[in-house]
C-alpha cells in the first residue's frame, strides 16, 4: 500500500467517524396528542438555533423588501387580515409543543404569486401565497391546516436538521472522494441527497403533517379540512407528482391516509375548542 492511498484510508476513515460519532440527539418539541417524538440527530456541522433565526431573519426580511418593491406584499387588506387572524388563533398552542415558541417574534404577511404555496421560517417568519388562496379557494380550516403544517417544521426546526444532514452529506462525499481519489461531483452529491435527506425530509413532512392538525383542531379548526385540503392538491397537481421513493413529500394517497387517522385522533380537541368559542 502506497504512502499516499494510506493517507487517503486514514482521512476517510477520520472524515466518516467524525460525521457519525459526533452527532447529537436534540428534543425539539413535546410530542403532543399525536406523539411526534422522533429523537433528531444533529450533527456538529448544523448551525446553532440562533444561527439559523438570525438568518431567517435576514432572509425574511429580503423577501418582504423584494414584494413590496414589486408591489406584490400585502396587497389585499382583506387577505392579509383573514390569514393574519388565523395565526393569532394558532399561535398560542404553539405552547403544547414547546414553550418558547409564544414568545417568537412572529411576522405573517401575504405575497401575491400565483404558486399556490406557504412557509414558515425558523422563529416564526410566516409567508402565505395568493396562490394557495385563490387557486385552491381554500376554507378558513383548510389555511389553518396549510399555516399549522408550516408552522410545526419551524417547531421541529426541520430546516436546521435538513442543513445539518446536507453538511454531513457532503462530508461523507468528501470523505469518499479523498478515499478513493475520484472526484464524485454532482453524482455524488445527488447519491447523497437520495440517501440520506430524502427519506429524513419525507419523515420531516409526516411530523409537520400531525402536528399541524392538532394546531388547527387546538385552535377550534376543524381538523379533518387538512383532507380536503391535500385532496385539492391533488387535483391542482393534474396526477404530475413524481414517484413516492424519489420525493419529498409522501404520496397523496398515504398522506391523506395518515390525516385520516391522526385529524380522528385530534377531534376531541377540536370538540372541546369549538365548545368554548
Known amino acids: 500500500m502506497t504512502f499516499q492511498v494510506r493517507r487517503r484510508l486514514l482521512w476517510g476513515a477520520f472524515l466518516?467517524?467524525?460525521?457519525?460519532?459526533?452527532?447529537?440527539?436534540?428534543?425539539?418539541?413535546?410530542?403532543?396528542?399525536?406523539?411526534v417524538d422522533r429523537p433528531q440527530q444533529m450533527s456538529p456541522l448544523t448551525p446553532s438555533a440562533a444561527q439559523v433565526d438570525a438568518a431567517a431573519r435576514q432572509q425574511y426580511l429580503q423577501v418582504l423588501n423584494q414584494a413590496q418593491q414589486k408591489?406584490?406584499?400585502?396587497?389585499?387588506?382583506?387577505?392579509t387580515e383573514r390569514v393574519r387572524a388565523?395565526?393569532?388563533?394558532?399561535?398560542?398552542?404553539?405552547?403544547?409543543?414547546r414553550d418558547d415558541a409564544v414568545r417568537w417574534n412572529w411576522e405573517v404577511n401575504v405575497l401575491v404569486?400565483?404558486?399556490v404555496n406557504?412557509?414558515?421560517?425558523?422563529?416564526?417568519?410566516?409567508?402565505?401565497?395568493?396562490?394557495?388562496?385563490e387557486k385552491l379557494r381554500v376554507?378558513?380550516?383548510?389555511?389553518?391546516?396549510v399555516m399549522g403544517h408550516e408552522i410545526a417544521h419551524a417547531l421541529r426546526e426541520h430546516a436546521r436538521e435538513r442543513m445539518g444532514r446536507a453538511q454531513a452529506a457532503?462530508?461523507?462525499?468528501?470523505?469518499?472522494?479523498i478515499l478513493t481519489g475520484v472526484r464524485l461531483g454532482d453524482a455524488g452529491n445527488t447519491l447523497a441527497q437520495a440517501m440520506f435527506v430524502?427519506?429524513?425530509?419525507r419523515d420531516n413532512e409526516q411530523e409537520a403533517d400531525r402536528i399541524g392538525v392538532e394546531l388547527a383542531a387546538r385552535a377550534s379548526y376543524d381538523p379533518r379540512a387538512a383532507i380536503t385540503l391535500w385532496q385539492k392538491m391533488g387535483a391542482a397537481s393534474g396526477g404530475g407528482a413524481p414517484p413516492q421513493w424519489l420525493s419529498t413529500h409522501p404520496s397523496n394517497e398515504t398522506r391523506i391516509r395518515d390525516l385520516q387517522d391522526y385529524a380522528q385522533r385530534v377531534m376531541p380537541l377540536f370538540e372541546q375548542a369549538r365548545a368554548r368559542r
Open 16 to 35: 466518516g467517524a467524525l460525521a457519525i460519532t459526533g452527532c447529537q440527539t436534540v428534543q425539539t418539541t413535546r410530542g403532543g396528542v399525536v406523539g
Open 71 to 79: 408591489g406584490a406584499l400585502n396587497r389585499d387588506p382583506r387577505q
Open 86 to 97: 388565523i395565526a393569532q388563533r394558532l399561535i398560542p398552542h404553539t405552547a403544547v409543543f
Open 113 to 115: 404569486s400565483d404558486q
Open 118 to 133: 406557504a412557509w414558515c421560517m425558523p422563529g416564526g417568519k410566516i409567508a402565505v401565497y395568493t396562490g394557495l388562496i
Open 139 to 145: 376554507t378558513d380550516d383548510e389555511l389553518a391546516a
Open 170 to 177: 457532503g462530508l461523507g462525499v468528501l470523505a469518499a472522494e
Open 198 to 201: 430524502l427519506p429524513n425530509s
